[in-house]
């Protein structure tokens, strides 16, 4: 089985940077992720793509974080951070990490970390 260990987040003030990461814990043998990258879900809305990236290096940005997040995904490792800069209280959200595995295209989740972006 694989679990979705997540780090870092917390709150910050507007224009305020922040790191997440996500590591893929595996209790057998290294299990290849098609794509890791975060969602993210506020109050009252539906969960939405923040950021993701392919195991080929495809990025994926939610509009409203293009040009303030960037996504690295490390294929070896099964890591992904994301890069939080010029953070907006909007940015506000429960973010989760995602992993696709490659075979079967299994969705995997994480718990889900806050962040607050506030005065």
């Known amino acids: 089985q694989v679990t979705l260990v997540e780090s870092g987040g917390g709150l910050v003030q507007p224009g305020g940077s922040l790191t997440h990461s996500c590591a893929a814990s595996?209790?057998?043998?290294?299990?290849?992720?098609?794509?890791m990258g975060w969602y993210r879900q506020a109050p009252g809305n539906q969960r939405e793509l923040v950021a993701t990236?392919?195991?080929?290096?495809?990025?994926t940005y939610a509009d409203s974080v293009k040009g303030r997040f960037t996504v690295s995904h490390d294929n070896a490792k099964n890591t992904v951070r994301l890069q939080m800069n010029n953070l907006k209280p909007e940015d506000t959200a429960i973010y989760y990490c995602?992993?696709?595995?490659?075979?079967?295209?299994?969705?995997?989740w994480g718990r889900g970390t806050q962040v607050t972006v506030s005065s």
């Open positions: 595996s209790s057998g043998s290294f299990v290849t992720m098609a794509a």
């Open positions: 990236e392919t195991m080929g290096g495809t990025l």
């Open positions: 995602n992993a696709v595995r490659l075979i079967g295209n299994k969705n995997i």
